[in-house]
């Protein structure tokens, strides 16, 4: 029977080769114009623990995997232990595997032992090759069309181990054919035009450069590293300035100073890092230098498990650091999202001249996604900081009080309009100010310039049926479970969604959607609720506001928040 | 200073930290900012990494730059970045009123006078600011003294022409929290280094004076463990050769 999504876990110890397993299966049904999102679930450890990863895919679209697999390919059963939850069996799970389980777990009817070191040692002289021998047999239950893979492997460079083992792969399927596996298979997609593949940090990485990102300042840290490597990339052979600092708050300086002389820059990170920036950040609010941050969140405080996903910066990205220092806080639900708001991030840090954070996650950023690419191709505003005019020559107030409240900065370098700034109080010259007017005055100036923000009505997604009285307001990766619990249950018609991408300062829009609601469902990963905590210090919500917050370190699985949501609906 | 060296004001960056020192930038007519308390050097960084074209100075105290900052200095160092560092050294934290910082003369409790006049001597070693900077092998490392004006300025504007990382040290007076012994007997035992004749090393020395070769590392590293008090020595102490 052919279904539209079919879901597959592979799970193994390090050396088994389950990433590279599902990242072969995911690159071959994207040519064939699968959409797909992949998870990677591994230990802290990074050789020697135990790596699984969960490949849903899918002939139409989709967000996050199914709950349950439909087939599992498990090298080692000890190490499925630690990923049980991501990797849920049932009755109908068709369960491949090597080894008998000396664990206590009943396995399903369609479940087939297979020798696949030996397979593979045939086929190639090596043990190693299991998981292409498990490539090939997997292939052919999804139903993936031989020739298709030839053509794939013969075409495309990132084959080329694939092809150097063709054998096994061969091998693979010549299993299926011995086994009374039952019949699966996809859907054909509704197109066939390949996929790409890429996680949220490519993307961040991709839309920085779009954007006109030239100089980029970072620190290693899991799990935003992918970033500052693909920056690495991007920024060498003298198109741009890269460096790996000291540490993040060498990182952020960098920016700050690369700034200040008239040159886009930006800086990844996560929490830890993302503390060390906090004083920095001040900086960038007060004297109204560019800057821009993107936290790929993980769990917290302290080190917390730094492999796994959480929303639980929101807090600091809003409110972080000593005295009042207004930023922008901007946060993506998709990979899509990832791409676009890191462009709009640059946008608004440069033309209102303040430090901007990005709040990405480790779900959004580490998950390979196989998507349509027109979102790489769209053309997108690209806006540069408001430069002083020729009339400005002699008399130069870095800090002038304009309508907008918008100053011309004028950058290092250009002739006529040396200055000086501070991160103390300052008059509009920049020389310090010790008084209360001229504190009182520039903070306002400070506010008042981000407030047409509020207004960036496209800056909140809302999805469902309109004038709908019941709503959830969700942000971040946690969108894409909320829409897809939602699609799945059909009740488009019943409920709104809203996903503000724009957290800080808050979007008149979300207030309005608030407004319209008379039962409201807010969905968050931190313990605290922090998203539902600064709406509520903001705004009026329903009595019957319910909020489902919780710690992260798992994800949300579909069937956890599927109740709820059913209960707003009675 | 820098119309001497052909830089209009509007090419060059003076970048300070917090401190008593940190407000030059306020006094110089370039592009200025007082940021970060130890942080200058990284803000310096970056624009000058970005813009190399631009002249950058990076200002701050002993403080700022080697306490609070003193983990930005090697990396910025061993990256060779074209940069002024100039360290106004006045051996305490004077805009917070009188506590020890890392340069404060080490005395045992209650003996001598080179001692923040409030509080309690340290009792760690101190940080010894040219020795360090070699070190870290920084490839141009020089001392002033604050009250020679022609000769320091003569020092930055060699700081600033040198291709590199440019580390200046300024022995500075504080005023206010300084015993006036401590300037007053640096200024009275200084000691010029200069290129091509002997160096004179303190009466504890048992080595034999050589001739001052600022290019000789190995020398100026022995240069650098003289100890300051005993006999401060001023001048260019080691200038890397520009490849």
Redesign the interface.
């Known amino acids: 029977m052919e279904s539209a999504r079919l879901t597959i876990g592979s799970v193994g110890a390090g050396g088994d080769g389950v990433v590279v397993l599902g990242t072969f299966l995911q690159k071959i049904a994207a040519s064939q114009g699968y959409y797909s999102v992949m998870p990677r679930y591994y230990g802290a450890q990074i050789r020697g623990g135990g790596s699984a990863v969960k490949l849903c895919l899918d002939s139409e679209q989709v967000l996050v995997p199914n709950d349950i697999l439909d087939i599992l390919v498990c090298f080692d059963w000890e190490k499925y232990l630690e990923f049980e939850t991501e990797l849920m069996l049932t009755e109908e799970t068709i369960v491949i595997y090597e080894y008998s389980p000396q664990i206590n777990l009943t396995l399903p009817p369609t479940s087939f032992q297979i020798d696949f070191s030996t397979r593979s040692e045939a086929a190639t002289g090596s043990t190693k090759d299991k998981n292409l021998v498990a490539l090939g047999l997997l292939a052919k239950i999804v139903g993936l069309p031989e020739e298709h893979i030839s053509k794939s492997i013969k075409d495309d460079s990132e084959f080329k181990l694939l092809k150097d083992k063709i054998t096994a792969l061969r091998a693979g399927e010549q299993l299926y054919s011995e086994l009374l596996i039952p019949e699966l298979g996809l859907l054909k997609p509704r197109d066939d035009s390949a996929k790409i593949i890429l996680h949220g940090n490519t993307a961040t990485a991709r839309a920085a450069i779009q954007a006109g990102c ?2 980029f ?1 970072g620190y290693p840290i899991t799990p935003a590293a992918e970033i500052m490597q693909e920056m690495q990339e991007e920024l060498s052979q003298e198109r741009g ?1 890269f ?1 790996q ?3 993040e ?2 990182s952020a ?6 700034s ?4 886009k ?1 930006m800086t990844s990170t996560s929490g830890p890092g993302f503390d060390l920036m906090t ?2 950040m001040g ?1 960038a609010s007060s ?1 109204e230098i560019p800057m821009v941050i993107v936290d790929v969140q993980r769990c917290g405080p302290s080190t917390g498990i730094p492999s796994k996903s959480e929303q639980s910066d929101l807090n600091h990205a809003v409110y972080g650091g000593h005295g009042d220092a207004p930023r922008i806080v901007m946060a993506p639900y998709s990979v899509e999202g990832c791409y676009r708001l890191m462009i709009e991030s640059l946008n608004v840090a440069y033309h209102f001249q303040t430090a901007v954070v990005l709040l990405s996650d480790q779900w959004l950023g580490q998950t390979f996604v196989a998507i349509d690419d027109k979102f790489l191709q769209e053309e997108y505003p690209i806006l540069e900081t408001i430069r002083p005019d020729d009339t400005t020559q002699g008399e130069y107030y870095r800090y002038r009080l304009t309508e907008d409240s918008i100053s011309p900065m ?1 950058a ?13 109080a300052h008059h509009t010259n920049g ?2 100010a010790f008084d209360f007017e001229t504190n009182q005055i520039m903070h306002q100036k400070r506010w008042q310039k981000l407030m047409p923000l509020c207004k960036r009505d496209d800056l909140v997604k809302v999805f469902g049926k309109e004038d709908s009285i019941k709503g959830i307001i969700t942000w971040g990766s946690s969108g894409q479970v909320v829409l897809e619990v939602i699609r799945d249950l059909d009740l488009t018609e019943q409920v709104e969604v809203c996903i503000p991408e724009l957290l800080h300062p808050l979007p008149d829009k979300l207030e309005r959607f608030v407004r319209s609601m008379s039962k409201l469902l807010i969905i968050e990963m931190n313990y605290t609720g922090q998203f539902h905590h600064l709406l509520r210090s903001n705004l009026d919500l329903p009595k019957s506001t319910k909020v489902y917050a919780r710690a992260g370190g798992r994800p949300f699985s579909k069937q956890e928040l599927t109740n709820l949501i059913i209960e707003l609906v009675q | 200073m820098l119309p001497d060296l052909e830089i ?4 060059a ?1 003076i ?1 300070s930290g917090i401190g008593c020192s940190s407000r030059i ?2 006094y110089i ?8 308390h130890g ?1 200058a050097i ?10 190399p ?2 002249t950058v100075i990076a200002i701050g105290g002993d403080g700022d730059l080697f306490s609070i900052g003193a ?2 200095l090697p ?1 910025a160092v061993r ?1 060779n970045t074209d940069i002024t560092c100039i360290m106004v050294n006045n051996f305490v934290y004077a805009l917070t009123k009188g506590q020890v910082s890392p340069t404060t003369p080490h005395l045992r409790r209650g003996e001598g006078d080179f001692l923040s006049l409030k509080f309690y001597p340290p009792v760690d070693p101190i940080l010894d600011m040219v020795s360090y900077s070699f070190s870290t092998q920084a490839s141009f490392i020089a001392q002033g003294i604050a009250t020679d004006v022609p000769h320091l300025e003569w020092l930055i504007r060699q700081g600033i022409s040198h291709v590199g990382f440019s580390y200046i040290s300024v022995l500075t007076p504080c005023v206010t929290f300084n015993p006036p012994e401590l300037i007053s007997t640096i200024q009275t035992n200084a000691c010029y280094l200069q290129e091509g004749e002997p160096v004179k090393l303190p009466a504890s020395s048992t080595e034999e004076p050589w001739i001052h070769d600022p290019r000789n590392m190995d020398m100026a590293l022995r240069l650098a463990q003289v100890p300051l008090l005993e006999e401060p020595l001023v001048g260019i102490f080691f200038r890397g050769v520009v490849k």
Do not use: C
Not at chain 1, 253 to 258: C, K, R
Not at chain 2, 29 to 36: A, E, H, K, Q, V
């Open positions: 030239k100089s300042f300035i460096l600092a000291e540490d708050i060498a300086g960098m920016v700050l100073g690369a200040m002389v008239g040159v820059a004083e920095m900086l004297a004028a290092v370098g250009d002739e006529g309009l040396t200055h000086q700034t501070t991160g103390l020389t310090p | 209009p004001n509007h090419r960056l970048v930038p306020g007519d370039t592009y200025g900012i007082n940021s970060l942080r990284v803000i310096a960084q970056g624009a000058k990494l970005t813009r074209e631009l983990g930005h990396h990256r």
